[in-house]
């Protein structure tokens, strides 16, 4: 079975063609990110994840990791040298602020780079996987001292950062948090409680952990208003930048998972750490959300990249594969059996994944380039709808995202029967590992609750309405070129769909807010058919206009359009049965009390 | 985490009302079957799966099986003692003939009870799993002599049945088998070859195991037309009933795979090892398949079952887990949070569950009742008539039902948040378990094939014709009562869009056979959204006359009416988009040549 392969040209094509790169330079910020500095950077990074990180994989999956009686944690074989080369490579430092030691390099190209090294192995890539997220919140709420003694250290790899949100007993409802925060004389807090599923909790890659901690102060309101954010380092660090003692952090057991082998996940037990307040005291919950955006956008993208590494595994066995004969009269008479390729079957699954992948990889890239355009776009009013359009968007990214990577991954490994399902093959770890991303910052109905209780209201739908509008100009665009015009159509279909569906919410969620529960995940899932069906059509057109222009690989071109015309024929219909889903309202959801679903004796 | 608990009380109502195994009681097999030794059976079955089978669960899926230097396998601590149970129980005997041992009771009744043991341990069931199957070849194809020497033992459970077709190179395409078949003067033949992906293919759990073979005898037509049957036992068998040498046939490995640790999935080696014909030379596939019908019956029941574990532990998980308030207002304000049941979205995917596992619960049994019929029927009308409907069926129970009962344990798994993720509350095994089931005993695209190749087009359509006239009496009954109206409504428009998607079938199929290729996956899941519906349509109308009657236990009864409710709202509008798919044809599908599904350099 070849090694995972970065497709480099597909996120050039998207970036070129859908980010538009190359009409962003003039934009601070992206002046070094042009076409050619941005391709090598990317082959760079593709031939790192094929080279270094896909063989550590299964070994990450079947080895796992182990907490030893000491507290420590002992990684899987070749990811400290792993560890190692992608740091020293600058691989943590792309998007960083120069001022921190980082390359000031738009977070769109970042997370192009990201997709490969999640790809090629998840559990690797989620140990340095916060670091950004954590650097994000630090600099956005952290004091100078904080900023200056902590950043450069994570930026450039040395050090690493984690996200403490969860406890035993809540995870979504982070108001029940018991972790106290008691304030010491000299600024610094004790840190005492349990964090349960702390992803990279413990390790000795890098050099120190630096953990983002919620917490309560003596006296704090009850729930989510009482919350406030700590930084707490695994190594205490001194004045003048050297580490001292242990902090009273430690690693109490790891999770035996589903997947993710390869990362460690940790108890972790504070007892008496000592630790700094980031931001305002009782706004905790606001610090943490800037770092779980950026997070939720990066764990879309996980999702399609165990997606993709599912799938070309197996385009491959497929092509290689022999089994039966096409129904039209053998492909190949002179063979045993026709490969695979041959089975309409075989083709719409692989054709699924194909339109999904890159779909959505083309969503993903194209909402971090509104992340950069928050801060890098010329005019307010550009700043303001690329803030709308991606607030409104990353539950969205990161549910049907997850939600189809994870299809995508089960759909590949359909395509390899009974070899399948066995480990030699490595696709059924694609499954495992992709699993977790629907669940991970904010399972996929937290993200739908999000999307219909808080980002489409916001602004009274402001966000939702500039949606509408700029589906609306892309399928007037699409129209009046006759090869996308039917791809056009649908789209407009699945937006009419949405339109329908929002329109529904508007006349009975207020009524009754139980309708918004219940249609959230429906909801989601048109949004997601319609933003992606969105990026098809942008896609095609590009094509269209390469193909008339005679640029670009012709070959490429035509699969651009046959993939979108797949997404329109086979997927945007989709977005029909879930909203007639949702105008069921609440009502038969909520019917029954609780007894009833136990089994009758 | 409270065990396993078979649901009794749903598979009876659904005996009662659904199978109406009261009214059978005047055909001859079924006299026995009354419906207070029913229960009784039941009961005992579900008390045993649940207090023996349901606490190794876990075992074997941690410890799994090993194959020792010496080619036996050890399976996991506490599977011997259990299977000695199991046989003492004559849980083996149920349905299989009284003349060779058995208890001679519908196969109904058998495949009710089997739902139990493979939901509490399905890699425990299937080390007994396939021999009621291999009985039935035998029995219809096998000759007088290894009737009586194989078929008495394999009924007691003192030998079990495997079922011997993949090789390495080929699955699906049995046509391609290398296995040979040597004839011997005595009759016998010498077998050799490779055999893969075979469940439970050495253990020693019971004295004997009769493995049925496929190969190809000397100058055999090439293809799936040259192929036949051989019985081949693991300890050769002495004319007085005891048991000889080991024949050559030993297991080289077992897999190490995504679930079902529990059993031994064994290469087995073939070297010159003895084995006798079932049946005729070169028909054994047509054997082959009176075991595989069989079979794939199972394999939608063990979907279901799956599910349905999962399903039990989610609604324990939400009932216990209290997170976030109700929207409209907190439920319990005296408790620090709500149960997860006041969020529509958690209700959503359990109301999914519940709707899925009960229906397709029905479906199946229903199915088995037809494989009785088939038999038992009074006039040869009816015997077709069975017939008919369950070959057209049983593809769409395996596939549909495995689809369905995978993504009820992905939806369980998802209501337990992370907690779903980690190995302490067994529901990810319940995920991984489910998960080979749409692939083994042919792929669920394979199922689809047969039904759209095979089993539609059969005897000029008969048989859709039959389901859709069915459909309709049910749907004219189910309007006229009041309560059931909108469920019938709703099956009505479902049904119409199965018949749209037929008539598209027969008007472009025939001009190119890929569109059948490229319609069937969609077409299977109408049709299991269609047949399921109206076992849900049967299901209300028989709670709701028992509601007017006052028998029953109200709750129950109310239960089922909601929950076909939310099948009708929320489940079978998802036909309209899998006709739509249906209707974009194979072009799209079949348009790209494979290289332009590789990652672009």
Redesign the interface.
């Given at each position: 079975m070849p090694s995972y392969?970065?497709?480099?040209?597909?996120t050039m094509f998207i970036l070129n063609e859908i980010v538009g790169l190359e009409r962003l330079t003039n934009n601070p910020g992206f002046a070094s990110a042009t076409s050619d500095i941005v391709q090598a950077i990317l082959e760079e990074g593709g031939k790192f994840a094929s080279e270094v990180l896909s063989p550590l994989n299964a070994v990450g999956d079947q080895i796992g990791c182990k907490r030893n009686d000491d507290g420590t944690v002992t990684t899987p074989p070749g990811f400290q040298e792993a560890f190692d080369q992608f740091v020293a490579g600058g691989w943590t430092t792309l998007h960083a602020p120069e001022e921190y030691g980082g390359q000031g390099l738009p977070i769109v190209l970042a997370i192009a780079a990201e997709e490969y090294f999640t790809a090629s192995n998840h559990g690797f890539n989620m140990y340095h996987g916060l670091t950004g997220a954590a650097v994000s919140a630090i600099l956005a709420k952290g004091d100078d001292t904080l900023k200056q003694k902590y950043v450069p250290n994570m930026v450039s790899g040395q050090w690493c950062g984690t996200m403490n949100l969860?406890e035993p007993?809540?995870?979504?409802?982070l108001?029940?948090i018991k972790t106290r925060a008691q304030p010491q004389d000299d600024g610094s807090y004790k840190i005492t409680g349990t964090k349960?599923?702390i992803s990279a909790g413990e390790h000795s890659m890098a050099e120190n952990i630096i953990h983002l901690v919620l917490a309560k102060t003596p006296g704090a309101p009850a729930g989510s208003k009482g919350i406030s954010l700590f930084l707490v380092p695994k190594m205490m660090v001194n004045d003048d930048g050297s580490l001292g003692a242990h902090n009273a952090v430690t690693c109490g057991s790891i999770?035996?998972?589903?997947?993710i082998h390869g990362n460690a996940?940790c108890v972790m037990n504070y007892d008496d750490a000592t630790g700094w307040m980031i931001g305002e005291e009782n706004k905790g919950l606001a610090a943490m959300f800037i770092m779980m955006n950026q997070a939720r956008l990066g764990v879309g993208l996980q999702g399609l990249a165990q997606g993709e590494l599912a799938y070309?595994q197996a385009?491959h066995y497929?092509?290689d594969r022999?089994?039966?004969r096409a129904?039209?009269g053998a492909a190949e008479p002179d063979k045993?059996?026709d490969?695979l390729?041959v089975?309409?079957?075989?083709?719409?699954?692989?054709?699924e994944c194909?339109a999904l992948t890159e779909g959505l990889r083309a969503l993903v890239l194209w909402g971090a380039l509104q992340v950069d355009l928050i801060k890098y776009a010329p005019t307010e009013e550009e700043r303001q709808a690329a803030d709308d359009i991606i607030s409104l968007l990353t539950p969205v990214i990161k549910g049907y995202g997850t939600d189809k990577g994870?299809d995508v991954a089960?759909l590949a490994?359909?395509v390899f029967?009974?070899h399948?399902?066995?480990?030699?093959w490595g696709v059924?770890q694609a499954?495992?590992d992709a699993?977790?991303t629907?669940?991970?910052e904010g399972?996929?109905?937290v993200q739908?609750?999000d999307l219909v209780g808080r980002k489409l209201p916001a602004n009274g739908g402001r966000a939702v309405r500039a949606l509408f509008k700029m589906v609306a100009q892309d399928v007037a665009a699409g129209k009046a070129v006759p090869e996308t015009a039917a791809i056009a159509e649908a789209l407009e279909k699945a937006n009419q769909q949405l339109q329908a569906a929002t329109m529904w919410l508007m006349q009975n969620a207020m009524q009754?807010?139980?309708n918004?529960?219940?249609a959230?995940?429906a909801y989601m899932h048109i949004t997601g058919i319609v933003a992606t069906g969105m990026m098809w059509l942008r896609m095609a057109m590009a094509a269209q206009a390469q193909l008339n222009a005679g640029t670009g690989?012709p070959?490429?071109m035509?699969?651009k359009l046959?993939?979108a015309?797949?997404f329109a024929?086979?997927i945007m219909?989709?977005a029909?049965?879930l909203r007639?889903?949702i105008e069921?309202g609440?009502e038969?959801?909520?019917?029954?009390?609780?007894?009833?679903?136990?089994?009758?004796?």
């Open positions: 392969k970065a497709p480099v040209a597909d969860t007993h809540c995870g979504t409802d108001g029940l349960i599923f999770e035996h998972k589903m997947g996940t070309q385009v497929a092509m022999r089994q039966g129904l039209t045993p059996a490969t390729f089975h309409p079957d075989v083709r719409r699954m692989l054709m194909k994870f089960v490994q359909q029967g009974g399948g399902y066995i480990r030699e059924e499954v495992r699993r977790i629907m669940i991970y399972t996929n109905g739908a609750m009754n807010p139980n918004a529960g219940a959230a995940y690989n070959d490429y035509k699969a046959v993939t015309r797949y024929e086979r219909p989709e029909g049965a007639r889903k069921g609440a038969v959801l909520m019917e029954l009390p609780p007894e009833a679903f136990l089994t009758a004796a």
